[in-house]
RNA sequence: GCGAGAGUGGUGGAAUGGCAGACACGCUAGACUUAGGAUCUAGUGCCUUGCGGCGUGAGGGUUCAAGUCCCUUCUCUCGCACCA
C-alpha cells in the first residue's frame, strides 16, 4: 500500500487553516452562555530544547475536544502563548551575551512553528507572550493593585536563598530543602523581599476548592499546603517578667500535661528570657541553629537538641512552674515560634522530653483505660481518649475536653480559640534580571511610592551585564541612570525598586489576556469577561498542583474583590495529563539518551499519526511509556483510512450490520469524546474501518460519518478525506472546512442488537452460551437455559437451589450435590 | 513517618458487580508482492492429548456472581515531611 501522502496534506491545511483563519473566535452574541466554553492549555515556557513529546499530549486532547465543541454548536476559545521570561533565558545571557529578549523570541518563534505543524485549533490572534511590554503593564498593574490592597508588603526576614541561582526563592519552590529549578541545596538569607500576603485569603482559598471539579488528588494537595488546623492561644506567665509567652496548640485539653516550654531559636524574647547562668550555651546554641540550613535543622537532625534558659512559666491551669527551653525543632515561621511541651502525647515533645529527663505526665486515656494514672506512661499517645491527671476536666473525651479548657481560659483572658496554616505569605521578589520590574520607587521622604498607572509599562532597561550581583541586588541595580529617579509625589530624589517579580506572576493571569489580548485601556474588557469566564476546561501537568494553580487561584480572587473579573473561581474543571515516559518506562531525559522529539516524529510519520497515537497509548491522566511500535499501528490505522477513501463512493444502502456498527461507533465515539476517553473512541473508529476496509465500494452514507467522528483526531487526513468525499457536491471552495460541519448523529434504536448472547453459567462457572431475542422475558430464559444439553449434563443428580436471571446477560443456576 | 494514586497476557491497555484480556503492538503459520516500518487470511493468557482446570500483586471476606465492593498485606510512583 502506498504511504498516504501526510506531507502535502498537512502542510495543505495548515496552510488553509491559517489564510482563511479558520478558528478565529469572537465573541459572537448569538451563542447563548451555555453555548460557549473557554478550553485552556497550560502555556509553555519556550525553552531552548524545543517542544517535548509531552507538551502535544494535553494540546492534542484539549484540540480533539475543542473541535468536538465546535462541530457540536458550541462557540469555542481555544488560545495559546508564551510564558516566556524565566531563568533560562537569562542563564544563556550570562553566557554568551545574547540578549534574553533575543533567545526567547527565537524560542517563541520555534515552538510556535513546532505546535502549529500539530495543527491545533488554535486562535493564533490571541497569542500572547508574558515578556512583552504590552503584556507585562498590566502584570504590573496588577501588582498595584495588590499594593493598594494592601496585600503586598516588604520584608526582611531569612529567606530561601539558591546561591546557584543567586534569588530568593518562595516556599512552593523548594524541594526536599533543595532549588526546585536546578537542585542546589537552599540556604538562608537576610535580605529585603517583597511578599504577597496569600495568607489572608487562606480560608477563601480553601473553601473555593469544593467548588471547582478538580482531581481529588490536586484538592488534597493545595488544602494540605494551606495546611488549617484548629486550637487555641494560650499565654504562660512569666514569673519575674512583664511579657507573657504565648504558644498556640491543637491539643488545648493537653494543657495539664505541659510540663516545659520550648522556644524557637529565632523567637523575640529569648534573650530576656536567658538567665546569667545560661547566657553562654544560649548564645551558642542560637549561633549554631542560625548556621544550620533548613535541611539541616530538619531532616539530618531527628536527634533533639536544644538548651534551657533559665527561666520558668506558670502553667496556668496547675500552676506549677515548669522550665523554659530553646530548640530548633521548635519553628519560628509557624504559630507563635514557641509550644508547650506536652511528652505523654506528642512524639516530638516526647523525644525531647526523653533526651533531656524531663517530666511526662499522662493526661489523656484511651478509652477503657482504667489506671491508675500516676505513674510516668510507657509510651507517648497521641489519639484521642478522655482526660485524666486534669482537674475539673477529667473523665471528659477529648473534643469536650478541648472546649471546655478553651472555654475556661477564654473566661479567664489568658487564651482564645485560634486558627493557624502551614500557609507562607508568597515570596514574590527575585533578584535577577529577565522579568517584570516591580512598579514602585523609593524615597527617602515618602517611603514607599508606586508608580502611577498611567507610567507603565515600567520597562526593563537594557543592561550590560546579566550576572546577579550575588549580594541580593538585581543587576538593575548596577545601572544608575535607571535606578535613579524622582519621587512622584514629592518630586524628590529617589529610587526604583531593583527587584523583579518571579516567572509566576506573567502565568498568574494569562488566561485572561487571552480574553482582550490588544486592549491598551484595561487588561481585559469586562463585557468580554463575562462572555467566557470562567476557563471550562484546563488540561495541564500536575507539576502545578501548589504552585502556578494556588498562586493563579489568589491573584483571581484578589481581582474578583476589587470587581474586575466576575468568577472566584478561575478554572471550573482541571484535567492533569500523564507523563509520557521513554521507551525504558523512565523519565525522559537527555541523560538517559531516550529522548523523542516531536519533530522527527511529524517528519516520519505525519502530525495526525502523531496526535492520535498519544490519545490512544491509554487514558490521558495516567503516565504511560511511549512505543514507537505502537506509534506505527496507529499510522497504519490512518494508512488504511486513506487507502478505503480511494474506493468507490456509492450511494447505495449499506448492509443493516454496518449500519448497526456505524451509529454504535457514532454513539461511542461521541461519548468517549464529551468524558476525554480519546483512547476507546479511537479504538471505536478501529473496529469500524476494520470492517468497512473490506468492502469493494463505499457507501457514503457509512464514511461521511466516519470522516466527521475521525476529523478532530486526525484533522488534516479529515479535511482531505472530507473534501474528497465533497468534490461531487462542489462544496471544495474556499472557507469549507469539515471542522464546521455538524457532528453525525445515531439513532439509538439503530444502536440496540436484536439478538443477544447469554451466558449460561451453573454455580457461577459458564457450561453453555444462547443467542436469544433481545428482551426475551425472564421465563423463556430460564426454560431456555434449563433445557440446554450441556447445562443438563452440570446439573443431572443435582437439586436446584437457585436461580439467577439477568435480562439480555445471563442465567445462573444455583445446584446442591 | 504521614497522605494520595497505581498493580490485569510477552508489551501499551479494555471491561454500568454479570463471558477477563476489546483495540493495538509483538509473535506463529500461510497467501501475495511494484521488498514496504507493506498488505491480506488464520492463530496467539497459562496448564492439559482431551474432558476440563487455573488465571487481574498476595491473603482473607461479602455475593448466586468480584479485576470491580470490604478488611489485611506487599511492591511501585507521586506529594508532604519536626506545622505543635
Not at 160 to 168: E, Y
Request: proline share 6%.
Amino acid at each position: 500500500m502506498a504511504k498516504y501522502p501526510f506531507e502535502n496534506i498537512e502542510k495543505k491545511w495548515q496552510q488553509r487553516w491559517e489564510e482563511e483563519k479558520t478558528f478565529h473566535v469572537t465573541e459572537d452574541p448569538a451563542y447563548p452562555k451555555n453555548k460557549r466554553r473557554y478550553v485552556l492549555d497550560m502555556f509553555p515556557y519556550p525553552s531552548g530544547a524545543g517542544l517535548h513529546v509531552g507538551h502535544p499530549e494535553g494540546y492534542t486532547a484539549t484540540d480533539i475536544y475543542c473541535r468536538f465543541l465546535r462541530m457540536n454548536g458550541y462557540n469555542v476559545l481555544h488560545p495559546m502563548g508564551f510564558d516566556a521570561f524565566g531563568l533560562p533565558a537569562e542563564n544563556y545571557a550570562i553566557q554568551t551575551g545574547t540578549h534574553p529578549e533575543v533567545t526567547t523570541m527565537a524560542n517563541v518563534d520555534r515552538f510556535r512553528a513546532q505546535i502549529k505543524a500539530l495543527g491545533f485549533s488554535y486562535d493564533w490572534d490571541r497569542e500572547v507572550s508574558t515578556c512583552m511590554p504590552d503584556y507585562y503593564k498590566w502584570t504590573q498593574w496588577i501588582f498595584l493593585q495588590l499594593f493598594k490592597q494592601g496585600l503586598a508588603y516588604e520584608s526582611e526576614m531569612p529567606i530561601n536563598w539558591c546561591p546557584s541561582c543567586k534569588t530568593g526563592l518562595a516556599n512552593e519552590e523548594v524541594k526536599d530543602g533543595e532549588c526546585e529549578r536546578c537542585h542546589t541545596k537552599v540556604t538562608r538569607k537576610r535580605i529585603r523581599q517583597w511578599v504577597l500576603k496569600i495568607t489572608v485569603y487562606a480560608d477563601r482559598l480553601l473553601e473555593g476548592l469544593d467548588k471547582v471539579d478538580w482531581p481529588e488528588p490536586i484538592k488534597l494537595m493545595q488544602r494540605n499546603w494551606i495546611g488549617r488546623s484548629e486550637g487555641a492561644s494560650v499565654h504562660f506567665s512569666l514569673p519575674g517578667h512583664k511579657e507573657t509567652l504565648e504558644v498556640y496548640t491543637t491539643r488545648p485539653d493537653t494543657l495539664f500535661g505541659a510540663t516545659y516550654m520550648v522556644l524557637s531559636p529565632e523567637h523575640p524574647l529569648v534573650p530576656a528570657l536567658t538567665t546569667k547562668e545560661c547566657k553562654a550555651s544560649v548564645d551558642a546554641y542560637v549561633q549554631e541553629a542560625a548556621r544550620k540550613s533548613d535541611l539541616e535543622r530538619t531532616d539530618l537532625a531527628k536527634d533533639k537538641t536544644g538548651v534551657f534558659t533559665g527561666s520558668y512559666a506558670l502553667n496556668p491551669v496547675t500552676g506549677k512552674e515548669i522550665p523554659i527551653w530553646i530548640s530548633d525543632y521548635v519553628l519560628i515561621s509557624y504559630g507563635t515560634g514557641a509550644i508547650m511541651g506536652v511528652p505523654a502525647h506528642d512524639e516530638r515533645d516526647w523525644d525531647f522530653a526523653k533526651a533531656f529527663g524531663l517530666p511526662i505526665i499522662q493526661v489523656v486515656a484511651a478509652a477503657g483505660e482504667t489506671g491508675p494514672f500516676d505513674r510516668e506512661p510507657e509510651a507517648c499517645t497521641v489519639a484521642d481518649g478522655f482526660a485524666v491527671n486534669s482537674g475539673q476536666f477529667n473523665g471528659l473525651p477529648t473534643p469536650e475536653a478541648i472546649k471546655q479548657i478553651t472555654a475556661w481560659l477564654e473566661k479567664r483572658g489568658i487564651g482564645e480559640k485560634a486558627i493557624n496554616y502551614k500557609l507562607r505569605d508568597w515570596l514574590f521578589s527575585r533578584q535577577r534580571y529577565w522579568g517584570e520590574p516591580i512598579p514602585v520607587i523609593h524615597c527617602n521622604k515618602c517611603g514607599i511610592v508606586p508608580l502611577d498607572e498611567k507610567d507603565l509599562p515600567l520597562l526593563l532597561p537594557q543592561v550590560t551585564s546579566y550576572t546577579p550581583t550575588g549580594t541580593g541586588e538585581s543587576p538593575l541595580a548596577n545601572i544608575p541612570e535607571w535606578v535613579n529617579t524622582t519621587c512622584p509625589k514629592c518630586g524628590g530624589p529617589a529610587k526604583r525598586e531593583t527587584n523583579t517579580m518571579p516567572q509566576w506572576a506573567g502565568s498568574c493571569w494569562y488566561y485572561l489576556r487571552f480574553l482582550d489580548p490588544k486592549n491598551d485601556k484595561a487588561f481585559v474588557d469586562p463585557a468580554i469577561e463575562k462572555y467566557w469566564m470562567p476557563v471550562d476546561l484546563y488540561v495541564g501537568g500536575a507539576e502545578h498542583a501548589v504552585l502556578h494553580l494556588l498562586y493563579s487561584r489568589f491573584w483571581h480572587k484578589v481581582l474578583y474583590d476589587i470587581g474586575v473579573v466576575s468568577s472566584d473561581e478561575p478554572f471550573l474543571r482541571l484535567v492533569n495529563q500523564g507523563m509520557i515516559l521513554g521507551e525504558d518506562n523512565q523519565k525522559m531525559s537527555k541523560s538517559r539518551g531516550n529522548v523523542i522529539n516531536p519533530d522527527d516524529i511529524i517528519n516520519n510519520f505525519g502530525a495526525d499519526s502523531m496526535r492520535v497515537y498519544e490519545m490512544f497509548m491509554g487514558p490521558l491522566e495516567v503516565s504511560k511509556p511511549w512505543s514507537t511500535a505502537g506509534l506505527v499501528g496507529v499510522s497504519r490505522f490512518l494508512e488504511r483510512a486513506w487507502a478505503t477513501s480511494e474506493k468507490p463512493i456509492v450511494d447505495s444502502e449499506p448492509s443493516a450490520e454496518l449500519t448497526k456498527l456505524l451509529h454504535k461507533t457514532i454513539k461511542k465515539v461521541s461519548h468517549d469524546t464529551d468524558t476525554l476517553n480519546f483512547n476507546t473512541a479511537i479504538s471505536q473508529m478501529m473496529i469500524f474501518l476494520n470492517e468497512v476496509s473490506k468492502l469493494e465500494q463505499l457507501p457514503r452514507k457509512l464514511w461521511e460519518p466516519f470522516v466527521l467522528l475521525l476529523s478532530p483526531y486526525a484533522p488534516h487526513l479529515g479535511e482531505e478525506l472530507w473534501e474528497k468525499l465533497n468534490i461531487s457536491k462542489d462544496v471544495s471552495a474556499k472557507g469549507s472546512s469539515v471542522s464546521k460541519a455538524a457532528w453525525p448523529m445515531y439513532d439509538e434504536a439503530l444502536t440496540l442488537d436484536e439478538e443477544k448472547e447469554i451466558v449460561v453459567q451453573v454455580n457461577g462457572k459458564i457450561r453453555d452460551k444462547l443467542v436469544l431475542p433481545a428482551g426475551s422475558d425472564e421465563e423463556t430464559l430460564r426454560e431456555k437455559a434449563l433445557a440446554s444439553a450441556k447445562v443438563q449434563e452440570w446439573i443431572a443428580g443435582k437439586t436446584i437451589a437457585k436461580l439467577i436471571v439477568v435480562k439480555d446477560k445471563l442465567v445462573n443456576i444455583v445446584v446442591k450435590a
